[in-house]
Each structure stands twice: as structure tokens, then as C-alpha cells.
């Protein structure tokens, strides 16, 4: 059987409640000892499994396998280059009332996307457990270089910053790469720093490093274009961008606007996911940058963050807003973010996130008569 391709009217970011089996297997391997690497790849294969026949069930065309097998949705990939360590420090990143697990990334070599990078697998393992398409999310490009101080560099070509824009931008092209090999079709990539250079804290932040966050802008822009550009025309590539999701809380506040253009029209991505589900992402009047043609943006008017139920109502009447700045047929919907883009979670339930999905594919139905 063909399996559907995207774009699809009704999508979602990608990570997802981790199922209490592999919460109580992941203290057991990470803080108890007691159960090996193997035994919790063993819990993850059992329940990765039910995750994908969930967003099966409510409707959805492209799946995820959650995240399940991660802590953080950009950490543990990162960790997973060659030239990129992690280290666990006394205070992590500030978000609204709390702090972020205290991670921080460090470049100690020449970097590059390895052969062996355990992510293909784990896209492979949704490829064979799903009648869909199946998807994998990965952080973004501009990452690895927003989330790494630059005292935290210790290579010294890197100490030009063009140098170090050139070699992430190459990973992340053997990247795309590598995960077509694998058979990916539908890659997302999560560059989220785009919407934090909107916000003037997170500007002031980069100024006092020594850099212009609109010339960042720019950088960010084209190392995800360079790492796309020669994809093959049969692989469609998606990207998130958010102002951070920690448990139900934020980290950064700022509408689209100075890095709209740069992401509408110098990074070459098909789908745009756009967190929309507060007035902390200011208005939709960016959407009008949108190029006229086969791109895709899916405005995040569902939050994952809360409980509470949005009416299909309310849902269609800011599509008719959007739909002021960008044609109908360019728009779908899926929620603002994932609803556990760190292992602990969202404040949510299980039943909570299902109903959530389950309104995506209902509200792409009804504006769109399909998913």
C-alpha cells in the first residue's frame, strides 16, 4: 500500500508524553543502575509502538515515535555528533519560574554527522511500525550554535565564526543526507532560535556577546538552506520554531516579524510550524512574506501547554484572520509545540493530549475536508 506524502492539513511537532513504562524504565538505567542500555531499548520498542497507533487512530497521516527515546528534544541529538559533548553544570537555562536540567553543549573538535548516528535507527524503527508517513524531528542547525557559548568553543578555527557556521551547515547537509539513505522522506527540523532572536531580551543576550542578532538571523538562515538545498526533490523538509517549551512554561516572548522574511525566503524549507497559541508570538501579519506557491505554514493556534480545550469555533475564525495575509490553500494546522519537548513533560494528561491531536485532524476537516 502507498503510503500518504506531505504536506498534510493536520500535523504535529512531534514529541509526545513519554508512556510511564519508559519513565520507570529510564530512572532504572539513568539513576538506579539497574536496568542496562539494552533493557530500556527493549521497554522503548514495546511502547513506541502504541504511541504510533495512537496518532494513527485520531487521523493523522505523519508520525512520530514521541521522542521516547530522548531527554531533551535537541540535546541528545547534538550529543550524538562527533565534536559536540555535553556537560552537566550547577545551573541550567532560565525559563518563566523554573530552570531548565543544567546541559550545556560544548564543541571540543572538528564537528560532523557520524555514520552511525543512532537517530537513523530510531527513524527506521518508525518506518517499519507505521502504515503512514513516518516522520522524525531533529533540532535545527542554528542549535548547536544559540545553545554553545562561545567559552564554550574550543577549536580554533572556530574562533571565526564563519568557519564554524560552514562546518555546522555541512553536518547538518550529511545529515539530510544520511537520513534519506535511511528512507526518510519527511524531515523536521526543530530552529526555534529564529523566534528567540525576535525577542529583545534574547537580542540584548547575543549583543553582549559580541554579535548582531539580525546578522544571526541571516547565519541561521543560510546554513538551514545550505544543509537542504540539494535534497533530493522527493524528501520534503518541515521546521519548527517556538519561544521554548519546559513544562508547560516559556523562555522567550516576541513576534515574528525581524526574522520572517529570512525564514519565509532564504532557508528553502517546505513546512513551517509556528507557535501562534499566545500573544507572546504577536500577531499574524508576517504570514504575509509567505512566497505565493507550494509552501506550507501550520500555525500553532492549538497549545499543548494547558488542559483546556479550544473550540473549533474560535480555531476557524483565526484561520479567517490568517487567511488576510496568506492563502488558505498554503495554511494546515497543528499544535504550537510538542507536548514533551523535554522528558518531564507538559501539564497534561494522557486522555488531554489525545483530545488535542484529535481537534488537529477535526479542525483540518472541517476548513479543509481533510487531514
Known sequence: MTKPTPPFRADHVGSLLRPQSVVNARKQHFQDHSLSAEGLSAVEDAAIP??????????????TDGEARRSFWHYDFMGMLTGLDLEERDEGVQFAGVKLRPIFPTITAKLDFPDDHPMLEHFKFVAANTK?????????PSCCHFRTAP?????????????????????YKKAVAKFYEAGCRYLQ??????????????RADKVAQGQD???????????????????PADMLIGMHMCRGNFR????ATGAYDPAADAVF???????????????????????????????RVLPGFITTKTA????????????DEASKYADIDQLGIAPQCGFASTEEGNSLTYDDQRRKLELVVNVATEIWGGV
Not at 50 to 63: F, N, S
Not at 132 to 140: A, D, L, R, Y
Not at 248 to 251: D, E, G, K, Q, R
Request: aromatic share 8%.
Open 50 to 63: 502504541d504511541l504510533i497507533k495512537m496518532q494513527e487512530d485520531v487521523g493523522l497521516k505523519a508520525v
Open 132 to 140: 503512514v508517513t513516518p516522520k522524525i524531528s531533529i533540532p535545527g
Open 151 to 171: 567559552k564554550d568553543i574550543s577549536v580554533a578555527e572556530y574562533k571565526d565564526p564563519d568557519a564554524l557556521f560552514a562546518d555546522i551547515a555541512a553536518t
Open 189 to 202: 527540523m526543530d530552529d526555534i532560535f529564529f523566534a528567540y532572536l525576535c525577542d529583545p531580551k534574547h
Open 213 to 231: 542578532p539580525d546578522v544571526l538571523i541571516d547565519k541561521y538562515a543560510w546554513m538551514m538552506n545550505e544543509a537542504i538545498k540539494d535534497r
Open 248 to 251: 508547560s512554561t516559556h523562555a
Open 265 to 295: 525566503n532564504k532557508t528553502g524549507v517546505d513546512i513551517f510550524f509556528m507557535e501562534y497559541d499566545t500573544d507572546r508570538a504577536g500577531g499574524l501579519e508576517p504570514l504575509k512574506l509567505l512566497a505565493k506557491g507550494k509552501q
Open 308 to 319: 483546556e480545550l479550544e473550540s473549533i469555533e474560535s480555531l476557524k475564525a483565526k484561520f
